[in-house]
């Protein structure tokens, strides 16, 4: 794609850098600091808002309007809604990805169940059935799932499935105090209390190599695990898969 655009803008030299996920919103926020921006940059749709309410972002419309493949009607909904703030747009669309169940089918045979949890009812009973402290010494040998205490992107999923919002169409009134917003929370919360998944702020484990070995049978993440599970852990292929989340009143994912 640089050599590509290059040959087609021979006065424009690009720098193509690549940086690790998980280090570049800090780089980010130091070069907006230092006012050394890249001209163009892949961001977490997370990240939208946040960087154009600094004005770090370009408003892209006047640019779009001339693409013949820039078009709203051209994406999904969803995908092109992550690019506005307050009706602007910021960015485009690349790609788009959904989060899943994966699953360790074996342990859940082993355990008596011939198919992952389809409701919140069913991830409970499994994953308690799952979760094991083997020699009785207090501490879990296994649990059931890999949830964060602290991430609003997981619980939003389970406030979504059940029918609640955390803001109200304007993104303005938080509207959480609703009898949705206080059975997520509960649901969530008994997770947690019954040793379905570690207590720990935020995950520290490693996935592939907890899921390899029996620790955390289920997680929730997306399309790119799948590689990282063949290439990191590739003894345990064919044991597991991955499956549409757990439903409440919908199965509801991002």
Known sequence: MVQQFEAENPDVQVTLQAIPWGAVHEKLITAVAGRTTPDVCQLGTTWVPEFAA?????PLRDYV?????????????????????????YSIPWYVETRVLFYRKDLLQEAGFDHPPRTWEELLTIGKALARD??????????GISLPAVDWQH??????????HIL?????????????????LDFYTRLFEEKVTPLVLSPVYDIPQSFKSGFLPMFISGPWEVQLLRQQVPEIEGKW??????????????
């Open 168 to 184: 109200d169409e304007s993104n303005r009134q938080a509207v959480m105090d609703t009898p949705e917003a206080a059975t997520t």
């Open 54 to 58: 600094i004005r770090a972002l370009e």
């Open 241 to 254: 898969e991955v499956a549409v989340l757990p439903a409440k009143k919908s199965a509801t994912s991002y």
């Open 155 to 164: 619980f939003i999923i389970f406030l979504w499935q059940a029918g609640g």
């Open 134 to 143: 083997i020699d009785g010494d207090g501490r879990m040998e296994r649990y």
């Open 65 to 89: 309007k001339y693409s013949s493949y820039v078009q709203e009607e051209y994406f999904l909904p969803g995908a092109w809604k992550t690019c506005l703030f307050n009706g602007q747009l």
